[in-house]
Structures are given as structure tokens and as C-alpha cells.
């Protein structure tokens, strides 16, 4: 089945750096999601991004899915930023299975 | 905007008895999914479900687990005999179709101690 890689594992930063996540799969993929999950466990929808290029506010996503990678840009990273950053892609065989990253766990210190 | 919910937030069970997660998936939407995550670890798919039947299934779901569509508006994940290692969180997700352009939904999910 696809694999998915995230990295790095752990990053730290200081308040108001920047950062860049990134994300391997091994297969081609119909969809692409990001998502945050917050200190209480929820998973917070931060871009469905199958290709191209998005921005939110602070944050911005590009796929390029004929590399087979994705990447997160964080700017001016604040507290709230702190959790653990999930990719999570579906493979173009049917539809019916997600598959996520380990994920990015983000610290932000004050 | 629309949301998947999940009831209950939190539920607390004893080793060997039976459990029933709930999700109310978004109204329009036909596809519905089910992921745990075991405290500290990434989120793991256990099903899907389409026009009432599994479209697929991965190996942690096993006898143990069942889904259904009781109505035309919940979704459940039966957990017949629950064991210590089903302690996770679960969510439940929704999605109006699949491929290209279909995003997933994910529910607030319900944190299951098993004790």
C-alpha cells in the first residue's frame, strides 16, 4: 500500500520563525489533506490540497504530485501553533482508504 | 457551516463489554469513515462504508468491530467485547463522494478508556 513520510518528526521553534513541513508519499494520490490536531485531540482541517499551491492566512501548502511530496509553510509562528501536523493522502485505486503520516509534532516557545 | 458530530466526547468502559460510538455525518454526504489513534501515535483507517456495505476494511478491523447505518442520519462503530488496547481515540468521518475534489470531514472524535 502507499507509504506516507513526514518530516522532521520534532521541531521547535521561536515565537515569529518560520517553518517548513514536509510530506513523502510513494504512490500517486487522488487526494491530499493537512490537518492540525489540536492539544485536545481534535483534528483541525487545514488544507485539501491535491496539487498546487494554497495559502490561509499565516499558512500555505504546495503539492507537487507528479514528485509525489507536499510541503507546509508556517510563518511568524505563534503558541497556538504548538501540536502535532498530520498529512494524509488517499490513493487514486478507488477512494476508500486514507492513509496518514506520523506526523510533524511543533513546539513553539513564547 | 455543516460538521460531522460524535457522541460521546468521552466514554468509559470495562474490559469485555460492549461499546457503540456514534457519528452524525454531514447530511449529503454517502461515504463514511472510521479512524482510531492510540495515544501518541498517528491516525489508523479501520473502515469505510458506502450504500450500506464495507467498501474497505483494514486488518485492526476485525470480528470485534461492526459498523451500520441504523438510520438515514448516524453512523456507529460497535465494539463487541472491548479489550485494553482499544483505548484510542475514534473518529468519525464523512465525505459527499470520492476522488478527485472530495475532501474528508472529520468528526472531534470520542476518546475510549477501556479499563
Known amino acids: 500500500g502507499i507509504q506516507v513520510e513526514q518530516s522532521p518528526p520534532d521541531l521547535i521553534l521561536q515565537e515569529g520563525a518560520n517553518s517548513t513541513l514536509r510530506c513523502n508519499f510513494s504512490?500517486?494520490?487522488?487526494?491530499l489533506q493537512w490537518f492540525h490536531q489540536n492539544p485536545w485531540g481534535q483534528l483541525i482541517n487545514l488544507f485539501y490540497?491535491?496539487?498546487g499551491t494554497k495559502q490561509n492566512g499565516r499558512l500555505s501548502a504546495t503539492t507537487v504530485a507528479t514528485e509525489r511530496y507536499s510541503l507546509l509553510y508556517i510563518s511568524s509562528s505563534q503558541t497556538t501553533d504548538s501540536g502535532v501536523y498530520f498529512c494524509?493522502?488517499?490513493?487514486?485505486?478507488?477512494?476508500?482508504?486514507?492513509?496518514f503520516g506520523a506526523g510533524t509534532r511543533l513546539f513553539v516557545k513564547a | 457551516e455543516p460538521e460531522v458530530t460524535q457522541t460521546p466526547s468521552h466514554q468509559v468502559t470495562q474490559m469485555g463489554q460492549e461499546v457503540i460510538l456514534r457519528c452524525v455525518p454531514i447530511?449529503?454526504?454517502?461515504?463514511f469513515y472510521w479512524y482510531r489513534q492510540i495515544l501518541g501515535q498517528k491516525v489508523e483507517f479501520l473502515v469505510s462504508?458506502?450504500?450500506?456495505?464495507?467498501?474497505?476494511k483494514s486488518e485492526i478491523f476485525d470480528d470485534q468491530f461492526s459498523v451500520e447505518r441504523p438510520d438515514g442520519s448516524n453512523f456507529t462503530l460497535k465494539i463487541r467485547s472491548t479489550k485494553l488496547e482499544d483505548s484510542a481515540m475514534y473518529f468519525c468521518?464523512?465525505?459527499?463522494?470520492?476522488?478527485?475534489?472530495?475532501?474528508?470531514?472529520f468528526g472531534p472524535g470520542t476518546r475510549l478508556t477501556v479499563t
Open positions: 468521518a464523512s465525505r459527499e463522494n470520492v476522488g478527485a475534489g472530495y475532501e474528508q470531514y
Open positions: 504512490d500517486s494520490v487522488n487526494n
Open positions: 490540497i491535491p496539487s
Open positions: 494524509a493522502v488517499e490513493d487514486d485505486t478507488g477512494g476508500f482508504k486514507t492513509i
Open positions: 447530511s449529503n454526504h454517502l461515504y
Open positions: 462504508f458506502y450504500n450500506n456495505e464495507i467498501s474497505e
